[in-house]
């Protein structure tokens, strides 16, 4: 089993940066890609930044691209979401997930497929 918590959310204002930060459970999060989601009120849930298991390869939404940064820490059992230059549409509870999700952009950008996630926490961009 794996577990996540993420921490790191709050209140920035617009054009400010943020750090989120996802605890895991276990050596077997290092065995999964790791993605970054969020979900705005009334939206489903969006795509927002890839690291594949063995740091690698990462991807990320055209909306956060250039601006936002994921990394992950082995020894640790942590993966990150660097915010960068945010603005009030990145407003929105975020969400780090873990799984095997292949070797396919639209594949692993699907929340479908991650097996684990966390409980989300709150990014709100003031303008």
């Known amino acids: 089993q794996v577990q996540l918590v993420e921490s790191g959310g709050g209140l920035v204002q617009a054009g400010g940066s943020l750090r989120l930060s996802c605890a895991a459970s276990?050596?077997?999060?290092?065995?999964?890609?790791v993605g970054w989601f969020r979900q705005a009120p009334g939206k489903e849930r969006e795509f927002v930044a890839f690291i594949s298991w063995g740091g690698s390869r990462t991807s990320y939404a055209d909306s956060v691209s250039g601006r936002f940064a994921i990394t992950r820490d082995y020894a640790k059992n942590t993966a990150h979401l660097q915010m960068s230059s945010m603005n009030p549409e990145d407003t929105a509870v975020y969400y780090c997930a873990a799984g095997s999700t292949g070797n396919r952009y639209s594949t692993r950008a699907q929340p479908g497929a991650y097996s684990y996630w966390g409980q989300g926490t709150q990014v709100t961009v003031s303008a």
């Open positions: 276990g050596r077997t999060f290092n065995n999964y890609d």
